[in-house]
């Protein structure tokens, strides 16, 4: 990058803010998705919305392609970076800037951790409901973009459910402050578009988020099944009897395996486990909770195991949570495919699962949100051995087939990103992603925010759609698909 | 199929006074393209409508070319029902999908104050009643949409599974647009088992102050209500009426089980409220028709308006500053925990334009929005209200998505 910028660069953020050396640069070349690398040409940490937005306005002029970052726990590479472009790293813009109990709300920073507003709040008895398995670690800027769910999202929705208002700089560098911190705001939802835009649309720079008040009571349980099938009908049993449980998720043998080695959670070597949590006013609680007990059991449960206190409910969660990092413990490399599926057609997506886990020869550990549908296989794979890495991959694409066969989506809680964009139009119609290219071009015309994520590669024109054949001017060598 | 013809407005078919020149109700989303290209190409200031209960909302238009009608669009129901999800025409009312979702102990936990009310209307001006102090307003329940595009192009956003991030969320962005960015074919929703029991308690104040307590006590604490409203009654200013007997009350609806219903109001009546009434049954039901219906029920402006949930006693303290403006009739209907409320104003339109300018001017009090009124009210204050910063951005989305600005032209948020 031209030396003259990158002082620009210094004197909006400060010289240590500013990095371009290719050891610094390592760091930011991916986030949590490793095989999808790019170096970016800096990275920049600004420290407050106002740099942000300098930052911002000097790569509209210049033309330069920029890339949000939170903290790299993303699992699509929604954060990857452009070669030639900046990084926005947001990590230093970390205050939570004002705790509003009366009025049920917190304004934070994008790089506040999303466990760090829980924390703040919990001497108050209130609590952030999303809760991504990352929470501890994850921003809410990150939060923001990839509309995360989480465990508890069965019940209390997504991050899109949770922020009321946010301020952006938009691709122009204009500061603006997007939806209200009080209802009914006139007009289009364009808060909604923001979230989950997966920083394609602006940089959100503050979040005002909403706080819910503790529960009076939790109760946690965790019944053994041998086999998902039963398991599977449990859920559909809770739900069919009209109880919408605080979460409900499931892990096959391999996850548990995994779980076990890594973090002791305790849980019984079965061949699937169903954790189901309710939450609510104690009387309620009690009641259904009995009645989930008692579907477990009639549907085949060999153990249940009810968490007496917080302790044991956390360390449950614990277990749950570790899983994607646990499968380190029992394979040397794996991928984390997320993917949604009708409630109802889990059983048979989980069988075409174990049948590809068979037929590939590669492991396939399952940890999924049963409640919702959302699925999490995780495919094992060693990458010394030549081709393994690609099988993987086959595998992975080949769940995400059985999950748009079933009438789901391509992804439930992780994003698009650079992943998934080729896949984008085995859900979409051209059509339907047109108007979503048209959307993103009218707020970034000149399609500098974090390109290259979310939407396919644009076609050439005259280009007829279909599986790849060379374009007739990409033959000629006149242009190159990037 | 024989395509449907358009046909001439006639008085019946009026948006705010304004008699559209043409009227067409296609059969089909195929049919609503063509319907759409075509105005587009004409540059005809289109309006869509669907049960017609919320048209005259908006700014007064000066001329209707075409009134676009979703009532043919009204034969699909699907209810995946193992899958608490329903995917819905936009022309079908609210209360005839919930008939058909009744059926397996399921609804969509929207209400609205208008019987005809379709669920394209509902989406397209995200209204909500008092559940949507559990349940959100519509965007929160929706999960995909089929749209309709100003050029014709037949698009969808979201699916029908719960939960999904692919994409942008069009879905999302067209609640609230009032019909200004694209006109809804059907929609998805995420639904949720009926409560199997509730009960109401009602209290009654003569004082804001000991009222906006209660409230507090209540958000703050642990009972997780289904819906939690507020009632400000307007006042007899006649120098021989009473002005302030019980003029304002709570309703606070819980359900659940039975027993976990009955153990709640126990524990809210031990908090706040001791003297209480309880109401079940038949009678409860209608106290919350009454609540969604009441801003509605009788003549005036009807305004809708924001503040933070914590300021409770001092909306109901501007009430009474209104009220002294109006000759006492300004009464209010509102969302205790939203913080969102509904005003009725009566009056000529003068008196009614100050109350809103005073609203307006209010230093907690936001998103003011003129939802009811004469088409003089709507010439002396604008109906929408300051635009925002983010405006620029909504219109540039506009100029982009309904190129030729046939869509609710000059009358909707943008």
Redesign the interface.
């Known amino acids: 990058m031209d030396e003259r910028l990158v002082d620009e660069f210094r004197r909006i953020c400060g010289l240590d803010a500013v990095l371009h050396e290719p050891l610094q640069l390592m760091t930011y070349e991916c986030d949590a998705l490793p095989h999808l690398r790019e170096k970016p040409a800096l990275v920049v940490l600004p420290g407050s919305a106002a740099d942000v937005q300098k930052v911002v306005r000097v790569c509209a002029r210049e033309g330069v392609p920029f890339v949000a970052r939170g903290h790299g726990t993303g699992l699509s590479g929604g954060a990857l970076p452009v070669p030639g472009g900046v990084v926005i790293s947001l990590s230093r813009l970390n205050r939570v800037l004002d705790i509003d109990i009366p009025n049920k709300r917190v304004t934070v920073e994008p790089g506040v951790t999303n466990l760090e507003i829980t924390r703040r709040v919990a001497p108050f008895g209130y609590y952030y409901a999303p809760d991504p398995s990352s929470q501890q670690v994850c921003s809410i800027g990150g939060n923001v973009a990839e509309n995360s769910g989480g465990a508890h999202c069965l019940k209390y929705g997504f991050t899109v459910h949770h922020v009321l208002a946010v301020e952006a700089v938009l691709p122009d560098g204009e500061i603006v402050e997007i939806g209200s911190p009080l209802a009914d705001a006139p007009g289009p939802d364009l808060l909604a578009l923001i979230i989950g835009s997966e920083g394609t649309l602006a940089v959100v720079t503050k979040a005002v988020v909403r706080i819910m008040r503790r529960p009076e009571s939790v109760q946690t349980l965790l019944a053994a099944f041998d086999s998902i099938r039963e398991a599977g009908a449990a859920v559909s049993d809770i739900i069919g009897a009209g109880i919408v449980p605080a979460a409900v998720e499931m892990m096959d043998r391999l996850a548990i395996r995994a779980a076990e080695a890594a973090v002791h959670p305790n849980f019984p070597p079965a061949d699937t486990i169903l954790i189901v949590e309710l939450d609510g006013p104690s009387a309620e609680v009690r009641e259904l909770f009995a009645t989930v007990e008692d579907t477990c059991t009639r549907a085949g449960a060999t153990t249940i195991e009810i968490a007496q206190d917080d302790e044991q409910r956390a360390r449950i969660w614990k277990g749950r949570k570790a899983a994607f990092a646990a499968m380190g413990r029992v394979s040397p490399n794996y991928y984390v495919q997320d993917g949604v599926v009708p409630r109802t057609r889990l059983p048979e997506v989980l069988a075409r699962i174990r049948q590809l886990d068979e037929r590939s020869g590669l492991r396939i550990g399952n940890v999924f949100h049963a409640g919702d549908g959302n699925l999490h296989p995780l495919i094992c794979y060693d990458e010394r051995i030549p081709g393994q890495s690609a099988l993987a991959e086959e595998v992975a694409r080949e769940i995400l087939t059985y999950c748009i066969e079933a009438g789901g989506s391509i992804t439930g809680e992780h994003g698009v990103g650079a992943d998934k964009r080729d896949y984008m139009p085995r859900m979409f119609s051209q059509d339907d992603l047109d108007v979503m290219q048209q959307m993103r071009d009218a707020i970034d015309p000149r399609r500098l925010c974090n390109p290259g994520k979310v939407l396919p590669t644009p076609r050439l024109c005259g280009e007829v759609p279909g599986p790849y054949r060379e374009h007739p001017v990409e033959k000629a060598g006149l242009a190159e698909r990037f | 199929m024989v395509p449907t013809e358009m046909r001439a407005g006639s008085a019946s078919d009026a948006v705010d006074g304004v008699v559209p020149r043409q009227v067409i109700e296609p059969a089909s989303a195929s049919e609503l393209g063509i319907a759409l290209a075509s105005a587009s190409r004409d540059r005809l200031a289109t309006i869509i409508r669907g049960g017609g209960t919320k048209i005259d909302w908006g700014r007064p238009p000066v001329t209707v070319d075409l009134v676009i009608s979703t009532a043919r669009l009204d034969n699909t129901i699907v209810h ?1 029902h ?4 329903a995917t819905v025409h936009a022309g079908i009312t609210l209360s005839r999908l919930n008939q058909e979702l009744t059926r397996y ?1 399921q609804w969509l936990p929207i209400d609205s104050a208008f019987d005809e009310a379709t669920i394209g209307g509902i989406v397209a001006s ?1 209204d909500a009643g008092p559940l949507r102090h559990r349940y ?1 307003t519509p ?2 329940l929706l999960i995909g949409v089929n749209l309709a ?1 100003a050029d014709g ?5 979201g ?12 879905g ?7 019909g ?2 694209a006109v809804i074919v059907d929609a998805t929703f995420k639904l ?3 409560p ?1 029991a509730s009960a109401t308690l009602v209290a009654s104040y003569t004082d804001a102050e000991r009222l906006a307590h209660d409230a ?1 006590l209540i ?6 209500p289904l819906a939690f409203d507020v009632r400000v009654s307007a006042v007899d200013a006649r120098p021989t009426g009473s002005t302030t007997h019980d003029s304002c009350q709570l309703l606070l609806r819980l359900a ?2 039975p ?2 219903v ?3 109001i126990e ?1 809210v009546r031990r908090l706040a409220l001791p003297d209480s009434q309880v109401m079940a049954g038949e009678a409860e039901s209608s106290v919350w028709k009454e609540q969604a219906r009441l801003p509605w029920a009788d003549v005036g402006a009807v305004v ?1 308006v ?5 300021k409770l006693a001092e909306v109901i303290t501007l009430i009474r500053e209104l009220q002294q403006m109006a000759g006492g009739r300004v009464s209010m209907v509102g ?1 205790v925990g ?3 409320g509904l005003l009725r104003i009566e009056g000529d339109d003068l008196t009614q334009s100050a109350v809103v300018r005073r609203l307006r001017s209010s230093v907690f009090v ?2 003011v ?1 003129v939802l009811r009124g004469s088409r003089d009210l709507k010439r002396l204050v604008d109906v ?2 300051e635009p ?7 219109q ?2 506009k ?3 309904d190129p030729a600005g046939i869509l609710n032209a000059g009358r909707g ?2």
Do not use: C
């Open positions: 995946r193992g899958d608490l999800t102990g995200n959100g965007r929160d595009m192009r037949l698009v969808k956003a699916g029908h599974v719960v939960k999904n991030v692919a994409g942008y969320d069009l999302r962005l067209i609640s609230g647009s009032f200004t960015l949720l088992p009926i199997q507090a958000a703050a604490s642990q009972v997780e659940s089980s027993s976990a009955d153990a709640q524990s809708r924001a503040w933070p949930p914590a969302r939203a913080g969102a936001g998103n929005t929408w209200g925002t910063a983010s405006m620029k951005v909504l540039s989305l100029r982009s998505l948020p943008i």
